[in-house]
Structure formats: C-alpha cells, structure tokens
C-alpha cells in the first residue's frame, strides 16, 4: 500500500532531537545511579527524595530495572528523532516514533501514579524524563498526523 | 527539507477533516487531567492513622542471648571477610578532645549513636554496634524495630535504642533515635522521637561533616545518619553493610545465624563488628584482653592499621 509522507516543519525536527537527547542524558545518569546508588546526587527529605524513588518496587518493570527501559526509550528516540530519520520515507518509521512516545507517556503516566500514589516521593530526575516525554508527545501529535495525513492540514478558516 | 506543511495540502485524504492540532490537544487534556487527578487524589486521600506514640516492644531474651553470646569462634573465622555485603570501617581521628562520659562518678570513654528508627542504614548499622558493644558491657530494654515502609530498604529488620540501656566497665555509650518509622502526613516526614542534646547536637555539627568523614562527597551528606562518634577517635556514618543484606530476615533469623560463619548476612555483621571492636578497644586500652586479643579483633587492627 502506497502512503505518503508529508515534511514537517524545521522546528520539529530541532525540537524533537533536543528533546530526546536531554531525555537520553537523564536515563544515563539514572541508569548510572540504579547500579551505582552512591552517585545519585538528590534530597533525601520531604517531597524529593530520589533514592526512594529509584530503590522502591516500582523501579523495576517485569523484573528490568525501569531506568534501563528509559535509558532504551531515549535511545531509540534519539535515533528517531534525528534529522536523518525524519527525512526518511517509510511510512511506519514515522508511525513508529509516534507509536513509541504515546506508549512512553503511558508509561510516565504510570510512573507518576507510582511516585505520587505508591511511593507519596518525587525524583528529580525521573521529572526531568517525564516533562521531555510529555513535551516530545505534544511536538509530535502537532506534526506527525499531518505529516502521515490522518488530518487536515489546510488551516480552519 | 521541512517547510510549513500550513502551506502544503496533505496528499492522502484527512481522516474526517480533523485539525490539525486536534490531537494535540486532546494529548495534552488527557495527560493533565491525569495528573491533576493523581495530585488531587493523594491530597484528599485519608492519611493511614499515625500516631506518635509508637508501642515498645522489647528483645526476648533468646535473641538477646544470641546477640551478646556469639561464640568466639565466629569471630575468629569471620574476621573481616564478608564477600557477599562488603563492609566499611569505621574513620580515625586524631587531634580532638577525648569524649567521656562519668559514669558512677569514673570517666568512661563515650560511644556517641545519633540515628533513627525510619532509617534502613541505621537499621543494618544497629546490628554491627549492638554485637560489638555486646563484646564490652551489656544492653538492656534494647526494643525491636523496624525501617520506614515506604523509604528505601523498607522494614530492614532492627533495633532501637530508644528506650535502652548500656552498661560496662569499659566504655559508656549513649543511643538517640531521633524519629519514629511512621510517616507524619503533616510533615511529610516522620513522627519525631528523641531531641538532641546541645553536647549531641555540637558534635554531630563538628564530625558528622565532609571535613572528618572522607567518604561524604559534598556538603549535603553533612548531618547524615547514622553517625557514630566513639569517644573522639572513631567516627562511623553510614551503615558498615548494605540493608539490603537484611531484606526479607526477621530479627530472629538474623540472630538465630550469629553462630554460623558461613551465613553472609552473619558474615556482613561479624566482619564489621570485629571492626567496630578494633576501634572500641583503642579506647579502653585493649581491654578486656579476651576481646582485643582475639584472632577477628587483630584482623581488624591490621586492616585498619591500629596497634
């Protein structure tokens, strides 16, 4: 089946790249701190309190440590996001840089249940993942339903 | 590349005509409506009933007696080897005042505690100190205890201090638990426990700092627990061994395997408490002998370059 793939605009395209490699920096550093829990630089009282974030039950998802699924997130998005990828043709690379944010909100979603509800903490860092997930998701469902032509994007009158 | 698609009539059919900015927008209210839910959630919710005024309950006398009666051998064998928890010693320090306390008008050599009862490192430090102090004098009214459930280690199996007592020809030492494991919704924290004294207050404020503890990194570990101050010449903060070397053991269990050296957890304890010793025997003088002279005490002399 033959689709066709709009440009998006430059903007987008910085944006989303900027975006997944600050994404990627935090889920380095968490990943770092899960197995080497002395690096993690953080509060430890009160609201924050990271170390209790990272060490709790929740920081692990079907048995992987939850920094290591962040850490292979932002590494395919960084391959997704980069100008190469967006140059690209192929339908479903598109469809799949979209599919991958979606399914990482829902996850962040989670997560903040987990911080807010389960564990009463924030972490920092794990924020940090969760505004760059939530502001990817925004540049992406603005661009990427007009770039694979699920809407119109004739502007309304 | 890129150029505006505003200005660009997508070639395959819209799906319904829908703007563009539809699902954007639909993104962002169903995040945020999530978020504000969870938030609100949690600040309606009914906080679990907490009270202050926790219940004491003191250690049986079985578990006593396996805390106090390890046998020597053990020691001997554990020496400071425990592979599976790597254990820390404790710092020396030279140059400050001697710290004594009179006890029964004589001056005894102080062991300083400041911790508390949330904490999961107190609680695996608590296990090293109780099996080392037991070496020199004998505990009394030591309670059961546990770690916060919601901090990290949750219910790291313990002690308390709070409302025990030590005696010993040799050394007097003095335990303050400074917050209960139940979290105050208030606060956000925990329930507070024992205040401390301006003497404990100035010394965790002098040693429990950067500039004496080698191993803090920066300023803001200044303070932390536990930390214990032996008589001005030791200082200890942190857990000599990892909680989690603790999880899921009952303090039975824990004290039941104090006479097999092979156990790890046995070994995490024994190791760091034969260091503990070493440092202790430094100040009474290398007394008692029996103690001091022993195979796991010169062990952890040799280790930690002490005479």
Same mark, same amino acid.
């Given at each position: 089946m033959s689709r066709t793939v709009e440009s998006v605009p430059r903007w987008a395209v910085a944006t989303t790249f900027l975006l997944s490699v600050i994404g990627l920096g935090f889920s380095i550093y968490l990943t770092i701190t899960h197995f080497q829990p002395h690096a993690l630089v953080c509060a430890d009282t009160g609201t924050i309190n990271c170390a209790k974030v990272t060490t709790s039950a929740q920081a692990y998802f079907l048995g992987i440590p939850v920094a290591v699924l962040g850490l292979f997130n932002f590494v395919v998005m960084v391959a997704l996001t980069s100008p190469w990828a967006w140059r690209a043709k192929n339908y479903w690379l598109h469809v799949a840089r979209f599919a991958f944010t979606v399914v990482g909100m829902g996850f962040v979603l989670w997560l903040i249940y987990a911080e807010i509800i389960l564990i009463g903490n924030l972490c920092l860092y794990c924020t940090g993942v969760h505004i760059v997930t939530f502001a990817l998701l925004i540049v992406l469902t603005r661009v990427t339903p007009t770039q694979l032509g699920w809407v119109d994007s004739t502007p309304l009158e | 590349m890129a150029k505006s698609p505003a200005n660009k009539k997508a070639q395959t059919p819209a799906?319904?005509?829908? &703007?563009?900015?539809l699902f954007t927008w639909i993104a962002v209210g169903v995040v945020l409506v999530i978020v504000v839910g969870l938030v609100a959630i949690k600040m309606t919710s009914g906080s679990p009933a907490a009270n202050a005024s926790t219940t004491f309950e003191a250690v049986d006398a079985t578990t006593m007696s396996q805390l106090s009666s390890v046998p020597a051998s053990v020691f001997n064998t554990v020496g400071i080897t425990s592979p599976v928890a790597p254990i820390s010693a404790p710092t020396p320090l030279s140059g400050q005042p001697a710290l004594t306390k009179t006890v029964n008008g004589k001056s005894l050599p102080l062991i300083q505690y400041v911790g508390a009862e949330y904490c999961p490192y107190c609680a695996a430090e608590r296990w090293t100190s109780v099996v080392a102090l037991s070496r020199f004098g004998t505990f009394s009214n030591l309670g059961f205890a546990q770690s916060?459930?919601?901090?990290?280690? &949750?219910?790291t199996k313990t002690f308390t201090f709070r409302q025990s007592s030590y005696t010993s020809p040799y050394i007097a030492f003095s335990g303050a638990e400074t917050f209960t494991s139940i979290p105050n919704p208030a606060t956000n924290f925990y329930f507070p426990l024992q205040k401390l004294t301006a003497t404990q207050t100035a010394l965790v404020k002098k040693y429990d700092t950067m500039k004496y503890i080698p191993t803090f990194t920066s300023t803001q570990e200044n303070g932390s627990i536990p930390f214990i101050d032996m008589g001005n010449k030791f200082l200890s903060a942190g857990a000599s061994f990892t909680p989690a070397a603790l999880a899921g053991l009952t303090q039975g269990q824990i004290a039941s395997a104090?006479?097999?050296?092979?156990?790890p957890v046995t070994q995490a304890i024994i190791a760091s408490a034969n260091e503990h010793t070493a440092a202790i025997c430094v100040l009474t003088n290398n007394k008692p002998a029996a103690v001091c002279s022993s195979a796991g005490v010169k062990a952890a002399k040799k280790a930690m370059k002490i005479k």
């Open positions: - | 799906i319904g005509g829908r &703007p563009a900015g916060g459930a919601t901090d990290v280690y &949750p219910n104090l006479s097999d050296a092979t156990n």
